[in-house]
């Protein structure tokens, strides 16, 4: 069964001060890595998919890197719109299996 | 709104009671799922459809749960007696035709109260 672990479980930064988070997985057979930021109470909105080890994909603030036992995702110079739980999931089959999050808060 | 639909976004209900909620994925999107999320947690897959067809469904999803997806459209998910156990958000999230690895996209979620 596929497994994900994300750390750390929260995570508190000052405005400006750059950090990543870890999601480590155990798969059958990788046929995707997938980051989404969900804030309170509302769905996950997808960020970025992975698919090979030594792929990087970015989007303003956020680099997501892969290799072959985990992802990083770098948060460059985070704003306190950033702040939400960023979760990590892995595709082995046709579902997705998802991490516990990190919960990032970013104060002004 | 061109994104995935669920109804109701809030729901409480009184222990023993029946609940059904609602998805419309994205049009066309032939690929639907249902997930479970409690507090802290990730979203817990619970069944998955392709078309009309239910292709798999976990082994965590007791009898008292129910989906369907007629036509291949919408899908409704039922739960029968509901346990404050059930107190959670249910997720929808629905994927395109084609290769097997795009991303899903959720919906906003429904969130289940049981008392």
Request: aromatic share 10%.
């Amino acid at each position: 069964e596929d497994q994900v672990t994300q750390s750390p479980e929260a995570l508190r930064l000052q405005e400006g001060e750059s950090s990543s988070l870890n999601c480590s997985y155990t798969v059958s057979g990788l046929r995707g890595l997938f980051w989404y930021r969900q804030d309170p109470g509302k769905g996950p909105e997808f960020l970025f998919t992975l698919y090979s080890a030594g792929e990087e994909k970015e989007k303003e603030r956020l680099k997501a890197t892969l290799t072959k036992k985990e992802s990083f995702l770098h948060i460059t110079a985070p704003k306190p719109e950033d702040s939400a739980t960023y979760l990590c999931a892995v595709q082995s089959d046709y579902k997705l299996s998802f991490g516990a999050g990190t919960t990032v808060t970013v104060r002004a | 709104d061109t994104g995935v639909s669920q109804n109701p976004r809030h729901k409480i209900t009184k222990r023993g009671q029946n609940v059904t909620f609602r998805c419309d994925p994205i049009s066309e999107h032939n690929r639907l799922y249902w997930y479970r999320q409690t507090l802290g947690q990730g979203p817990e897959f619970l069944t998955y459809f392709q078309n009309e067809a239910q292709l798999e469904k976990s082994r965590l999803l007791s009898d008292r749960f129910s989906a369907e997806r007629p036509k291949g459209s919408f899908s409704t998910l039922e739960i029968q007696r509901t346990e404050q156990g059930d107190s959670a958000m249910y997720l929808c999230a629905s994927r395109p035709r084609g290769t097997q690895h795009t991303e899903a996209f959720f919906g906003q979620g429904t969130r289940l109260t049981v008392v």
